[in-house]
């Protein structure tokens, strides 16, 4: 991977990396005091980078890009119109955080890589982002050009925050953010996550007991509503382990996670997920032995498997709004900017009981 001197990327690596072990020792010693605020992997600690800082005073909304994958094949103008809708409206739906579930491109190639960075990059300086990686996004050994894209030798890449897991990375992630008057956690993780992975994300959820949580990552929920289960398998296709990405180091599927991460860390009330079709929404809810529920949702709007997928034009540009407020619920509305057209239906607006 070329493109960034490795003298720069290693002296950033070495702030990232104290930055962050700061904040899991205390993770209010890198968080912001004002509303909107977003401290993170990377924190306020890095003076300047400052998106968070820039953007609406009272941040309650923050916007899902599900699968761009084919906008980034063939449809550059319908991603582009997705990141400046965002722009354009932060102000007035007080747009906080945009997250992305994965299979950011087609391929892992620089022609596409080309388009998505082109597009996101447009929200630099705006609102901050967090990238998950899908499988479509990386290549053996789970090697993608992301980070050629994404990190700056200044640090200053918007507020997309560098992994304190692995600071070459930025796909597992994590940052606090206001919303409606209150912290958030998120933490975005990489399709089928590593053994290693799933255990700094458990330090992570631990280390903020107190914040109320959500986790996204490519690959969790099915589209009948379950969870990703290889207990079940054939009968879920897409599996992660069909894709057999450095299994030496552990694939972890929805039921792993539910296991291992959302059913012990109670604060996490609420997953995000994509890479299914052709049926790509659904949502249930999880409830744990002590009775608390978390919300599962799957969004995934591309409806085929290869690009150009016209009919769809590789998912119409649809996207969500996650609009908290403070009494601890969430109203999922789906909208495409491409289209000007909202997706009214139950799986596609409704209201969530936290
Ligand atoms: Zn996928």
Same mark, same amino acid.
């Given at each position: 991977m070329g493109g960034i001197a490795p003298a720069l990327r290693g002296g950033a690596m070495s702030f990232r990396l104290a930055c962050a072990l700061a904040l899991l020792a %205390?993770?209010? %010693? #890198? %968080? =912001?005091? /004002?509303? =909107?605020d977003v401290a993170g @992997? !990377? $924190?306020? $600690?890095? !003076? $300047?980078? $400052?998106a968070a800082g820039n953007g609406p005073a009272d941040t309650f909304t923050v916007a899902v890009l599900p699968d761009t994958q084919f906008y980034a094949c063939e449809y550059a103008e319908i991603f582009e119109r997705q990141t400046q809708w965002i722009v354009d409206q932060r102000d007035a739906r007080g747009i906080g955080l945009v997250v992305h579930t994965g299979d950011?491109?087609? !391929? *892992?190639?620089r022609a596409q890589w080309d388009v998505a960075a082109s597009s996101l990059h447009?929200?630099?300086?705006a609102v901050p982002y967090m990238l998950a990686t899908g499988? &479509?996004?990386?290549? /053996? =050994?789970?090697?993608?050009?992301i980070d050629d894209y994404f990190v700056r030798p200044d640090g200053a !890449? =918007?507020?997309l925050a560098p992994s304190p897991? /692995?600071?070459?990375?930025?796909? *597992?992630t994590f940052v606090t953010v206001r919303l409606a008057g209150q912290p958030w956690l998120f933490i975005g993780l990489e399709f089928g996550p590593r053994d290693a992975v799933v255990d700094w994300a458990g330090e992570v959820l631990a280390a903020n007991a107190d914040v109320p949580a959500v986790l996204f990552t &490519?690959? +969790?929920?099915y589209s009948d509503g379950s969870r990703y289960d290889? @207990?079940?398998?054939?009968?879920?296709?897409? &599996?992660?382990?069909? +894709?057999?990405?450095?299994p030496e180091l552990g694939i972890n599927d929805g039921e792993d996670l539910w296991r291992k991460l959302i059913e012990p &860390?109670? *604060?996490?009330r609420l997953v995000l997920s994509g890479h299914v079709i052709p049926d790509g929404t659904a949502r249930s809810v999880a409830t744990r032995a002590s009775g608390s529920r978390v919300h599962q949702l799957l969004a995934n +709007?591309?409806? #085929?498997?290869? #690009?150009?997928?016209t009919e769809s034009e590789g998912g119409g540009g649809y996207l969500r709004l996650l609009e908290f407020d403070a009494a601890e619920r969430i109203a999922v509305t789906t909208y495409s900017p491409h289209r000007n057209?909202?997706?009214?239906?139950d799986e596609n607006t409704f209201t969530l009981d936290l």
């Open positions: %205390a993770m209010s %010693a #890198c %968080a =912001g005091d /004002d509303e =909107g @992997a !990377a $924190g306020s $600690g890095r !003076a $300047g980078s $400052g950011i491109v087609d !391929a *892992n190639v447009l929200l630099d300086n499988n &479509h996004d990386v290549s /053996d =050994g789970r090697e993608s050009l !890449a =918007g507020a897991y /692995d600071p070459d990375r930025f796909d *597992n &490519h690959a +969790y929920l290889r @207990a079940v398998q054939p009968l879920q296709p897409y &599996h992660p382990d069909a +894709y057999a990405i450095t &860390h109670e *604060n996490v +709007y591309q409806q #085929c498997a290869q #690009c150009p997928c057209a909202a997706l009214a239906d």
